[in-house]
């Protein structure tokens, strides 16, 4: 049955992660409610904090860790688009929701960004100056240039604005090949090769599930036109890492920005630092910041507490 927002029942709160005591501050300041909020800034003090909240909000990693000993809980907010760790536990009785919505501007800027600074040869025009060399080779263009999207949701179609906006033509990947607006044809995933083989750049913002697992193993890659450029801002999953060493040190792949790993931090002994054209981020093409993530916790909340169905919810089978 739905409570009244002003009622003293309204279901209380753990705020789990880094950033608890950030996202407690901007839920604290909703108007229209009075949430009993508890926070607890890491996971190992979580069971001592724990008071058989029904509601946990935070990032993924951490509430993957105590949400089997707290049965109480209903519905899990997770503050990050991917819900990888939470999905891996086994735990399937209660909401899960995501976030949607957030992220596309910024990664969309992270992809832009990459794609300009490899076409204005930003890495090697600051080699030459080290070496007081005079680099005079013309910037190449993104106008005119064909960039493939691995995933068609919020993100991708971000991106995929954001490239037509600079000239581009865009394709899209998609479990389903469902067209959008946003992509000039959109491919199924049983059409990968076809989507790859023409590509300039290849953009993944595919989830973790296992549909996505190792999708650009050594023959995918092999479709690929030597002069195509990979960006993965999505799950690293998807890429098969040694493949992808031996495309670029062979010259089958131009080159490629890794934002995502299965191991983060990137281990010191991990070949990928010394691969040849690839650049390496850490996991920072977008961020969850507090002042974007609270208010769809709070549309979340009110829909929980109103009995209405909640946005964003993951579906455990798919991923997403």
């Excluded at 800027?109 to 080779?137: C, N, P, T």
Aim: proline share 5%; hydrophobic share 45%; charged share 20%.
């Amino acid at each position: 049955m739905p409570r009244s927002l002003s009622s003293s029942s309204l279901p209380s709160v753990l705020i789990i992660g880094e950033d608890a005591g950030d996202y407690a501050a901007l839920v604290e300041t909703a108007d229209d409610l009075s949430i009993r909020i508890a926070v607890c800034p890491n996971a190992s003090d979580a069971a001592s904090v724990y008071s058989d909240q029904t509601i946990l909000f935070g990032n993924p990693e951490s509430i993957a860790r105590v949400l089997p000993d707290m049965p109480t809980v209903e519905w899990v907010q997770s503050t990050w688009a991917g819900v990888t760790p939470l999905l891996e536990i086994g735990r399937r009785d209660y909401l899960l929701t995501g976030i949607k919505g957030v992220f596309g501007p910024q990664m969309s800027e992270f992809v832009i960004g990459y794609m300009l600074a490899s076409e204005l040869k930003v890495i090697e025009r600051l080699a030459a100056q080290r070496d007081r060399q005079w680099f005079k080779k013309a910037s190449g263009t993104l106008l005119g240039k064909k960039i493939g999207v691995m995933g068609t949701g919020s993100i991708g179609q971000a991106i995929a604005r954001r490239a037509k906006d600079n000239g581009m033509t865009v394709t899209g990947l998609s479990r389903t090949g469902a067209s959008n607006p946003d992509f000039e044809n959109v491919f199924k995933v049983e059409d990968l090769h076809k989507f790859l083989h023409d590509l300039d750049y290849l953009v993944s913002v595919l989830p973790h599930t296992t549909e996505t697992d190792q999708l650009l193993d050594q023959s995918a890659l092999a479709q690929l036109p030597a002069h195509a450029y990979f960006i993965n801002v999505g799950r690293a999953n998807v890429v098969d890492d040694e493949a992808l060493l031996s495309a670029l040190a062979s010259d089958q792949l131009r080159g490629a920005v890794l934002d995502v790993f299965d191991v983060e931090p990137v281990p010191a002994e991990s070949r990928l630092w010394d691969a040849p054209n690839l650049l390496i981020t850490g996991h920072i093409a977008a961020i969850s910041h507090p002042a974007l993530i609270a208010p769809i916790f709070l549309e979340n909340y009110k829909r929980f507490v109103s009995g209405q169905s909640l946005q964003n919810v993951i579906s455990f089978d798919n991923g997403y």
